[in-house]
């Protein structure tokens, strides 16, 4: 079967049709078929810059090293700038800046990570080195930089700074591990939704939705009762996410639409509909008279998604 596989990914990748080359480029990197290496150079040429992505993205995969000079130049970065160009082009582009070129940001991103898979000295090693500083700013920097270049040798280190002294070093490391989707860091990020920073709370909260562990989801809940507005919300979100009409998910958003700040109760309606909680319809509908304009009009989206599921109810996805 792995064969037909191959045979079929190496035949499509001389297809002309992006969205087949598109698929092809996504398998010969899953699959990793060494001998697609020639059809992915030529795919970074393609007009679509979702094909360049995939291919970049598989080239790095593939370890290919013949890959680094076709790289380097879709960067435009000679030896003196490749460590910049790379970090930049994995931290996307700055609000409010005019594009340089015209490289679609995504393309510049896969590329600069698949640099750095292949070529870990130019931006990563100086960046892990960095992590041994204590200097907060500095260590900022090297957790947002390893993260933006989706690498994991620094997640350790990272784990460790949840606990430091500096609240902006604890977000950040927050941060950086819910970007990187670090399981082995959720019973710690867990423990920093009691961290008296509510900034630092808001952040691990963030990071516990992007790693998507249900073991979290009871703290999470609990975390719609704290002292923070925004804490709150962004709770009532990340419940939103947890594909789950579990009881434990559904009645802290029920409960959260009568929260006295409007943003919660946006949130919570937004979140019911995105779960589809038939069951809480009713509750739903008493906002429809809402004082505040944008959460009446949530409100009314949501009874009508709502409507469909008690009339209809679908599969619990649990």
Excluded: F
Aim: aromatic share 2%; hydrophobic share 45%; with cysteine.
């Amino acid at each position: 079967m792995a064969d037909d596989l191959t045979s079929v990914v190496l035949a499509s990748m001389d297809v002309e049709d992006p969205n087949i080359l598109r698929a092809a480029c996504i398998m010969a990197g899953n699959l990793q078929v060494a001998e697609a290496e020639r059809g992915l150079l030529k795919a970074i040429n393609s007009k679509a810059w979702q094909v360049q992505m995939e291919a970049i993205k598989a080239l790095g995969k593939l370890g290919s090293k013949g890959a680094l000079p076709y790289l380097r130049r879709l960067l435009k970065a000679s030896d003196a700038d490749i460590r910049q160009k790379v970090l930049a082009g994995a931290a996307g582009p700055v609000k409010g800046a005019a594009p340089d070129d015209e490289l679609n940001p995504e393309v510049k991103r896969a590329a600069a990570i698949a640099i750095n898979r292949l070529d870990p000295k130019i931006a990563q090693d100086a960046l892990l080195g960095a992590m041994a500083a204590d200097q907060p700013t500095l260590l900022g920097a090297a957790m947002s930089g390893l993260a933006n270049l989706d690498c994991l040798e620094g997640s350790a280190r990272m784990v460790e700074l949840l606990s430091h002294a500096e609240p902006v070093v604890r977000k950040g490391a927050a941060a950086s591990l819910g970007k990187l989707r670090v399981e082995s860091a959720v019973d710690n990020l867990i423990a920093l939704l009691q961290d008296p920073d509510a900034e630092v709370r808001r952040e691990a909260i963030i990071a516990l939705n992007h790693v998507k562990n249900r073991k979290a989801l009871p703290s999470i809940a609990d975390a719609m009762r704290d002292d923070n507005a925004d804490v709150r919300r962004v709770a009532a979100i990340a419940l939103g996410n947890a594909q789950s009409k579990d009881k434990q998910v559904v009645m802290p958003l029920v409960i959260g639409l009568q929260d006295r700040e409007a943003s919660v109760r946006q949130a919570c309606l937004s979140s019911l509909a995105n779960l589809k909680a038939g069951s809480a319809l009713n509750e739903a509908c008493k906002l429809l008279r809402d004082t505040h304009e944008a959460v009446a009009r949530q409100a009314a989206m949501t009874v009508v998604v709502l409507s469909q599921y008690v009339e209809k109810p679908d599969y619990d996805r649990e």
